[in-house]
């Protein structure tokens, strides 16, 4: 199957880390895994893809295996705004969702 | 405006209605992507827009599912004789350019369709 897999669910105490993992183990050598997150209603909203190489920005840092096979999400310090459904994507000429992961950050 | 925006935020239809559903993409983007989000799932490609032209519609469930963008902007995703089963989130997206891996998509925030 071309989804990536995902833990349902998660929670993560504010100011902690909250690391969200991702299976993606038949991606091919050209797609791109993008993470993206959803609040209640709203449309996902970007936050940080790769290829290869781990990759950081002002929201979150992302580290991929060597194999590429998965990759890991870090919120460096949750806050409870961070409260969303998580989802790693694979991008061919697309975006391929799975069910994301539910995080919920608590005080 | 500076993000996706999408219209009407809300829709109710009884079963045999059409709808149509519209997406102001980020000015300037070339490409458009429609998606569908059913409860609890995570969205589902439906079809894909460079400019005005449809490059890829394999994501529509039925040829009720009809979509446009006539000038390369504005796209409206049209559902004729609706079902309740096509009940959903549409979500719209674009991005700057061809809408290859590695250009970012952006999301407006939906229309959530209820089909009675």
């Known amino acids: ?9 998660m929670d993560c105490a504010e100011g902690r880390a909250a ?10 050598g050209n797609e791109y895994v993008y993470w993206y997150r959803q609040i209640h209603s709203q449309g996902p909203q ?10 950081t920005n002002e929201m979150a840092s ?13 919120l460096p310090h949750a806050t409870l ?9 694979r991008y061919t000429d697309k975006l391929i969702f799975g069910t994301g992961t539910r995080l919920q950050v608590f005080p | ?38 409860l609890g799932q995570g969205p589902e490609f439906l079809t894909y827009f460079q400019n ?28 004729q004789r609706t079902q309740q089963e096509d009940s959903a989130v549409y979500l719209c997206a674009s991005s700057l350019a061809g809408g290859g891996p590695g250009e970012t ?3 407006g925030p939906g229309t959530r369709l209820l089909v009675l």
């Open chain 1, 81 to 89: 705004r961070d409260t969303a459904v998580y989802y790693c994507t």
């Open chain 1, 19 to 28: 690391n969200l993992p991702c299976n993606h183990s038949t991606i091919s």
């Open chain 2, 1 to 38: 405006g500076a993000g996706v925006s999408q219209s009407p935020r809300y829709k109710v239809a009884k079963r045999g209605q059409d709808v149509a559903l519209r997406c102001d993409p980020i000015s300037g983007h070339v490409s458009l992507f429609w998606y569908q989000q059913a």
């Open chain 1, 62 to 74: 992302l580290i991929i295996t060597e194999d590429r096979k998965s990759s890991t999400l870090i």
């Open chain 1, 1 to 9: 199957d071309a989804k990536t897999t995902q833990p349902t669910s």
């Open chain 2, 105 to 107: 998509q952006y999301f």
């Open chain 2, 52 to 79: 005005e032209a449809q490059l890829d519609k394999s994501g529509l469930p039925s040829d009720r599912f009809f979509a446009e963008r006539p000038e390369g902007s504005v796209s409206t995703l049209k559902i």
């Open chain 1, 46 to 55: 970007y936050i940080i893809h790769g290829l290869k190489n781990n990759e």
